[in-house]
């Protein structure tokens, strides 16, 4: 996996990790890991499913990993990668992943992956579940020889095949650099074709949708005491805090401000403009 395609699925597993002001007393800190939980199936949704395009022969090789959270039982959270087809075996956690390949015609294959957890457990509460369930997950799948079809925007004569897949829980889009179709993200969180992170971006907040600068900012207004509760959540928001209060001033100006995909538009009559019109802009901290 190279670097690009590796950062945003950073971005993805950690998303939501823990918000603004980052303490565990704070509410929307006290129900975390909100999207891409695959639950045992005595709790609740325990499969996910991801259906794509592929555009190659019988024999192009299709690599799929599937990467998620685990909470271990002392609260910590660690990365797990597993590869795809094959069986997922964790401490508390139990489950397998399928992968399926249907020639609808020519060189035109329907992928299927399935995630599904099978713990035998029956959890009596969503934190006694969290420790069996696979957090913020999601799958990365590569070809060889071949094309991935893009699944927000296909090619007319692939458009009834691609409205024919059936994903649960994640969306698939192309991911690397614009116009390369080798790797594909099914991502919990929704996003577009050649999804990218801002370059002035010194780091994950854990909010792809908030504004670096302000989050920076924010973050650095912190009292004492709210640093210290920060500092003990875990090794994560130390780090966070850390490179936050190590931004220089010269950090925080390349984070104000950036403009993106400006467009210079041609002069137009009143008549030509339905509605009004604006370029498109992009701030520094967005992803």
């Not at 797990?80 to 956690?93: D, L």
């Not at 409205?163 to 889009?173: D, I, L, Q």
Request: a negative charge; aromatic letters at 4%.
């Amino acid at each position: 996996m190279n670097a690009k395609v590796d950062a945003i699925a950073k971005t993805v597993i950690y998303e939501g990790y823990l918000l603004y002001p980052y303490r565990t007393s704070n509410i929307k800190n006290q129900q975390r890991f909100t999207f891409g939980g695959v639950y045992p199936p005595a709790f609740d949704v325990s499969t996910m499913q991801t259906q794509c395009l592929l555009e190659a022969g019988k024999e192009a090789e299709v690599e799929v990993t599937v990467r998620f959270l685990h909470m271990l039982p002392d609260g910590a959270v660690v990365e797990r990668t597993v590869s795809a087809p094959g069986p997922i075996a964790f401490e508390g956690i139990d489950g397998r992943t399928e992968v399926e390949r249907e020639l609808l015609r020519d060189v035109v294959t329907r992928l299927t992956v399935r995630i599904l957890n099978t713990s035998p457990v029956a959890p009596a509460s969503r934190d006694e579940a969290l420790r069996h369930t696979m957090l913020s997950t999601h799958t990365i799948l590569t070809v060889k020889d071949g094309a991935f079809v893009s699944m927000a925007d296909p090619p007319e004569e692939l458009r009834a095949e691609a409205a024919s897949c059936k994903n649960n829980g994640t969306w698939p889009v192309l991911v690397g650099e614009p116009g390369e179709r080798d790797t594909l993200l099914s991502s919990p969180i929704i996003l577009e074709d050649y999804p990218r992170i801002a370059e002035e971006s010194p780091g994950d907040l854990f909010d792809g949708t908030e504004v670096d600068e302000l989050l920076s900012l924010s973050i650095l207004s912190l009292t004492d005491d709210e640093k210290a509760q920060m500092r003990a959540v875990d090794e994560r928001a130390r780090e966070l805090l850390a490179r936050t209060e190590a931004l220089t001033a010269d950090d925080l100006m390349k984070l104000h401000a950036s403009m993106r995909g400006m467009r210079t538009l041609r002069s137009l009559s009143s008549e030509d403009l339905p509605s009004p019109l604006v370029g498109e802009g992009q701030g520094g901290g967005h992803r």
